[in-house]
């Protein structure tokens, strides 16, 4: 039962239900970022750089036998898979940059200083009238 116990005060801590938040909106913004690159980035990336695709690139390393297929080393879609993070990277950082733009608050006024307690204001009375005693 103490097990119970705690693993119920475990799951209901703010911080895993934070966590559990975070989850479900990071896997739904994952979407959102897969889809802008690859629906809207990439096709004018495609363009701009002539459709150049380096998936099919090979090294056949053993030739294909009978029923044994071709041992090849695929490096072409490693490639691919850097410049897809590139390109995935720069969204999300253009993306993150134009949120905190648009939440980007302006800067509040300072808050004017205290007014001076009664002790204060006494004592600048005082410092005031030995001036202008002074100064007579």
């Given at each position: ?67 044994k297929p071709a041992v ?24 993150v940059k134009l949120i ?37």
């Amino acid at each position: 039962m103490k097990a119970i116990q705690e693993f119920k005060e475990f799951a209901v801590k703010g911080n895993v239900v934070d966590m559990a938040v975070g989850v479900v909106i990071g896997a739904g913004f994952g979407k959102i970022v897969s889809s802008l690159v690859a629906d809207i980035i990439t096709p004018v990336l495609g363009i701009l750089v002539g459709g150049v695709n380096f998936t099919n690139l090979k090294v056949t390393l053993k030739e294909a036998l009978a029923d044994k297929p071709a041992v090849t080393w695929n490096y072409g879609s490693f490639i691919q898979s850097i410049f897809d993070f590139l390109i995935i990277a720069w969204a999300i950082f253009v993306l993150v940059k134009l949120i905190n733009r648009l939440k980007h608050e302006q800067p509040k006024p300072a808050p004017p200083p205290p007014t001076p307690s009664a002790e204060v204001l006494l004592l600048t009375e005082i410092r005031d009238a030995l001036k202008a005693r002074t100064t007579t």
